[in-house]
């Protein structure tokens, strides 16, 4: 069974910086596409950022130059470095994974993991 977990939220300071970590887990062989979605209190889930297998990286254009995405393939693992935090940064973080292949079935579908909270305040 596919699981996702991310862990590295909390509470930080406007202008502070955060490390987000995911680790995918299940007898996984690849992933196409990691990324972090996130939703703010009565708002929807939105797309911060996701990397492809290859690199290719894609961002919301409020996160531009803020945020970094990465991954490490060989450990299906993903981060998210998060600097010049801003209030309106304060969201329940999710990690996102698509196109995984395990146990050598090809699973077209999203998993999700449960949410890490960021809170940016002073």
């Known amino acids: 069974q596919v699981q996702l977990v991310e862990s590295g939220g909390g509470l930080v300071q406007p202008g502070g910086s955060l490390r987000l970590s995911c680790v995918a887990s299940?007898?996984?062989?690849?992933?196409?596409?990691m990324g972090w979605y996130r939703q703010a209190p009565g708002k929807q889930r939105t797309l911060v950022a996701r990397?492809?297998?290859?690199?290719?990286?894609n961002y919301a254009d409020s996160v531009k130059g803020r945020f970094t995405i990465s991954r490490d393939n060989a450990k299906n693992t993903v981060f998210l470095q998060m600097n010049s935090l801003e209030p309106e940064d304060t969201a329940v973080y999710y990690c996102?994974?698509?196109?995984?292949?395990?146990?050598?079935?090809?699973?077209?579908?999203?998993?999700w993991g449960k949410g890490t909270l960021v809170t940016v305040s002073s």
């Open positions: 996102n994974g698509r196109g995984i292949t395990a146990l050598g079935i090809y699973y077209d579908r999203d998993y």
């Open positions: 299940g007898s996984i062989f690849s992933i196409n596409t």
């Open positions: 990397v492809t297998s290859g690199g290719s990286t």
